[in-house]
């Protein structure tokens, strides 16, 4: 089945340490996006690529980055995690039209902050 | 004015009962209003969705009404089950550059029992 993949769906990390995220997908979409969601909260956009195009939310922090070396993967880099950092991290993907298209979410990847 | 309201945060019914969710909205920019699905240790999955120009949309027990005027819409779960149970987002989204940005809700945590 098409999906969205994502590894690992656990992590666990060291305060300050850099960890990486990744996300895959066959869906052949050109849109994807990066979410953070904090317990019993909504997912926040952090930010999304249209094809190459990187799109950063105004208020996602600098410690956050992305990079996607092609259509299929797409990878969350935190360079100096905090603690407040932990929370689940949701990749998500879709086409880009015409008019709107739902987004395909992955099951996520929950990261813990030692 | 990008926040999506939602209520309540959790729901208790007994199963065959009816569940409501609402929302509200702001932004009159946002024109396509979904709801996703999540369960515990997955990522949200899309539901239903509705477009402004429509008051009433119907998808076997779940039903999306809206209400332009009002900036509010909410979402009915007929004859609910326990496999109902899980968390509901509430989300409005506007088409940016080709991309779907969606602003979800705080969510609602639903528990239908046997």
């Known amino acids: 089945d098409a999906m969205v993949i994502q590894n690992p769906r656990y992590q666990v990390t060291q305060f300050g340490k850099p960890v990486t995220l990744s996300c895959s997908q066959t869906?052949?979409?050109?849109?994807m996006y990066w979410y953070q969601q904090k317990s019993s909260q909504a997912p926040k956009l952090l930010f999304h690529?249209?094809?190459?195009?990187?799109?950063n939310e105004a208020d996602t922090p600098d410690n956050f980055q992305s990079r996607r070396p092609n259509t299929s993967f797409c990878f969350l880099d935190i360079r100096s995690p905090g603690l407040g950092d932990a929370a689940m991290y949701l990749c998500a993907t879709s086409r880009d039209g015409p008019g709107h298209q739902p987004q395909h979410f992955g099951d996520g990847t929950r990261l813990s902050i030692l | 004015q990008q926040q999506v309201k939602q209520s309540p945060q959790s729901l208790i019914v007994q199963k065959g009962g009816i569940s409501i969710i609402n929302c509200a909205y702001e932004n009159t920019a946002f024109d396509y209003f979904p709801w996703y699905q999540q369960f515990p240790g997955k990522g949200p999955a899309l539901l239903i969705a509705?477009?402004?120009?429509?008051s009433e949309k119907k998808e076997g027990r779940f039903t999306i009404s809206f209400n332009k005027s009002a900036k509010q819409f909410s979402l009915h779960i007929m004859d609910s089950q326990p496999g109902d149970s899980a968390t509901y987002f509430c989300a409005a989204s506007i088409l940016q550059s080709g991309s779907e940005k969606l602003v979800f809700g705080k969510g609602m945590k639903l528990t239908v029992n046997p």
């Open positions: 869906l052949n979409h050109n849109v």
């Open positions: 690529y249209y094809d190459k195009d990187f799109n």
């Open positions: 509705i477009r402004p120009d429509v």
